[in-house]
């Protein structure tokens, strides 16, 4: 439930994000590759941060942070906050911008595959016939996805997205492989605090190296529409996350990551329903349906045999 729930918020959170991508000044054009993406990230982690901040003080748990980082688990979380944050999250909101939310979440969704991947090659861990398998699926189903772009001038960055987005699925991949060693001693609230913490630390760093200071303060300032959008992304993000590290503990890794990769079928729905209404215009192509479903069956074949996705993990 918990792993469907984040899912199902990181959908929400996506569809958001490309909304907020029409607003004042996130719209400008003549930027740097990365501005836009990275003043987005800021202005998603930062919120994030805060509310866990304040999520934690009521709770009494604040204290937790100082005592975490002085252990290896509570490094490792912060570690694997600048990785999905700074790295993973910045490549995933350069995706939406180039690629659109479908196709960015589709991409994305494959991070479970390149954590079961990296454990093969760095932990030695055993693969079977069902593994190789669902990578197969994994592939066919990306070259499917991208094989048709969108209609029209709306993405003409579209196969430089996917690769954005491709990054991010490594960038989560590794995430979440580090974030899970701390999420059996730490607890959930303040392990998503720590990561929130490490990351927008990062994210104010980088805003001014990549040129991103005036539209920063334009977007918070001067037009805080577009900063309101994506704090409210942030609300649904950071919960997502919340859910996610819980699902770790609750089924385990394997099974948490399988079903949390479905957000991008979720992804598909919002948009649907936004694209219905008017709000956003979005033309869904045979091949994205495909390609997504394919690479869902791929995903849960490569992470977990699907007779253990009903069973709990026993701790």
Known sequence: RHSLLSAGLWGVYAVIINFAYGLDPLNKEGLG?????????????????????????????????????????GKMVCLGGIIGGPGALTCSMAGILFAGPAYALAITGLYPVIGAILGVIFLKEKTNKRFWFGISLCVIGGLVLGFEPPKGDAYPNFYLGI?????AAIGWGLEGTIGAFGTDTIDPNVSVGLRAMASSAVFLILVPIVGGFDVFIDA????????????????????????????????????????????????????????????????????????????????????????????????
């Not at 990365?34 to 934690?56: C, D, K, M, S, Y």
């Not at 690769?163 to 990054?167: E, K, P």
């Open 163 to 167: 690769i954005m987005s491709l990054l």
């Open 33 to 73: 590759l990365l501005t836009i993406p990275v003043v987005v990230g800021a202005l998603h982690e930062i919120p994030a941060f805060l509310i866990f901040l304040v999520r934690n003080g009521i709770s009494g748990k604040l204290k937790e942070y100082g005592r975490t980082l002085r252990t290896l688990p």
């Open 220 to 315: 918070v300032f001067i037009h805080p529409m577009a900063a309101a959008m994506v704090a409210l992304a942030a609300l649904a993000g950071s919960h997502s996350l919340w859910y996610w590290y819980v699902a770790f503990g609750m089924t385990g890794v394997g099974r948490a990551m399988a079903m949390n990769s479905t957000y991008s079928l979720w992804g598909i729905v919002f948009t649907a329903i936004l694209s219905a209404l008017g709000i956003m215009t979005f033309v869904f192509t045979s091949n994205l349906l495909i390609g997504i479903a394919v690479m869902v069956c791929g995903i849960i074949l490569v992470v977990i045999n699907p007779k253990d996705l009903v069973k709990l993990r026993n701790n």
